[in-house]
């Protein structure tokens, strides 16, 4: 049970949006770690991570590009620090999963099932980049898939569940929910599970309501009192799908990897920006914002102490 406490996750840069998209987006690993330990100190408790290339602000999976925002982080705050292992769409698994394996974090991102991932349909609204690299990315989308085949899972619980990584599993529709009760099925993941239902994806389920009634009722009923469930909406829905979910008992989780927006026609200024958003809803709803503490229990993490970093 959560007792009226709501975990908020911040995905801090991500791999979706591109450099030229805002002038607020982190791309240096100084730019990473301020704005992490910003959204720590508004109410985030846990930090989803990505690093980029500092001269181009591409996605990037090399861990010495982790390794300097991860230790300020570390030795700034007390957050649970969540690394990707779905990096960029067009990565290879095994280049996606090389930061988790080395610096053994309590919390990695999963993504738990093979996938369209269009990104595309922002070509029509962003007209001018500055690398040449960000349009050729989002036009390759129209033909990509994202792949997360069996295998490839099995090959991340196999290598990173003995060093005591737990997993924020990604579920981008209801098939990926189905995927991740044939891995329980089988003993190879572990209650709770911290299930990240994602909408307003091209290519995974839509973000109205009705969707993510959906969604919950199906972990629901394959789940029970198994999981803890958090939300993100992509774009303009994140706020939207937030609101509905803690107003359900659920987790949320906001960001620049999932929104650049505060508002309607009004882009965010730091991830920080839109955490103080999130909080003033959970709050408004007689809620209150978990602790790093707080979300390691809920979730049964290792600790910050017996990862790598």
Not at 239 to 257: C, D, F, Q, T, Y
Request: net charge neutral; aromatic share 8%.
């Amino acid at each position: 049970m959560n007792n009226g406490k709501v975990i908020i996750s911040c995905a801090v840069t991500g791999a979706i949006h591109t450099p030229s998209m805002s002038p607020y987006l982190p791309v240096t690993a100084a730019e990473i770690a301020a704005s992490a330990l910003e959204a720590v100190e508004a109410g985030a408790a846990i930090v989803h991570l990505h690093a980029r290339n500092p001269e181009t602000g591409q996605p990037d999976q090399d861990p010495a590009l982790f390794k300097p925002f991860l230790e300020v982080i570390k030795q700034g705050s007390d957050a649970v620090i969540n690394l990707t292992t779905g990096g960029a769409p067009w990565m290879t698994a095994a280049e996606r999963i090389r930061p988790a394996v080395q610096f053994q974090p309590e919390v990695a991102s999963l993504n738990m099932g093979t996938m369209g991932f269009g990104l595309f349909p922002m070509l029509k609204r962003f007209k001018e980049f500055k690398h040449e690299w960000e349009p050729k990315a989002l036009e390759a989308s129209r033909d990509l898939v994202f792949k997360n085949t069996y295998a490839d899972i099995e090959h991340s619980l196999a290598v990173l569940s003995p060093m005591g990584v737990r997993f924020e599993f990604e579920c981008y529709d209801t098939s990926h929910l189905y995927n991740l009760a044939h891995f329980l099925d089988r003993g190879l993941v572990q209650a709770p599970l911290f299930i990240q239902t994602v909408f307003g994806i091209l290519g995974g389920i839509g973000a109205h309501p009705d969707d993510v009634m959906h969604m919950k009722r199906t972990a629901d009923r394959l789940f029970g009192k198994q999981y803890q469930w958090s939300v993100l909406g992509a774009g303009a829905s994140q706020m939207k799908v937030a609101a509905i979910a803690a107003a359900m008992g659920g987790n949320v989780r906001v960001g620049l990897e999932d929104s650049l927006w505060a508002g309607k026609g009004r882009i965010a200024k730091s991830n920080a920006e839109q955490v103080r958003i999130v909080r003033q809803i959970i709050e408004g709803l007689g809620l209150s914002v978990a602790t790093p503490a707080q979300a390691r229990e809920m979730l049964a993490l290792k600790g910050g102490d017996r990862t790598a970093i």
